[in-house]
Nanobody
Framework: EPQLVESGGGLVQVGGSLRLSCAAS????????FAWFRQAPGKEREGVSCISRRPDVPRWTDSSEGRFTISRDNAKNSVYLQMNSLNSEDTAVYYC????????????????WGQGTQVTVSS
């Protein structure tokens, strides 16, 4: 059964950086696209960024205004989210998700999800 496990969250000050990791198992990693979502208290889950399995397949990036960078390492079955210049609005639980392609930022499109990792940005 596919599993996604996020790590790297924590408490960081405004302006700081964090690097989230998502380790995948139980699936053929290079056949999937992967996305990061986040959900703040009282808000809907929103897409952050998606990385395709192939360079020519569309990907998307929302909300991060160029501060976040998604990457993947197929040799390590892992996906990363580098987050810089963090602010209080970035406080949320961050989730990793998998789908065949980065078609949309609608969470319903994604087949597999991790349990999430908490990111808290303090001033």
């Amino acid at each position: 059964e596919p599993q996604l496990v996020e790590s790297g969250g924590g408490l960081v000050q405004v302006g700081g950086s964090l690097r989230l990791s998502c380790a995948a198992s139980g699936l053929t990693f290079d056949e999937y696209s992967f996305a990061w979502f986040r959900q703040a208290p009282g808000k809907e889950r929103e897409g952050v960024s998606c990385i395709s399995r192939r360079p020519d397949v569309p990907r998307w990036t929302d909300s991060s205004e160029g501060r976040f960078t998604i990457s993947r390492d197929n040799a390590k079955n892992s996906v990363y989210l580098q987050m810089n210049s963090l602010n209080s609005e970035d406080t949320a639980v961050y989730y990793c998700a998998a789908a065949s392609i980065c078609y949309t930022d609608d969470p319903k499109w994604y087949d597999y999800w991790g349990q999430g990792t908490q990111v808290t940005v303090s001033s």
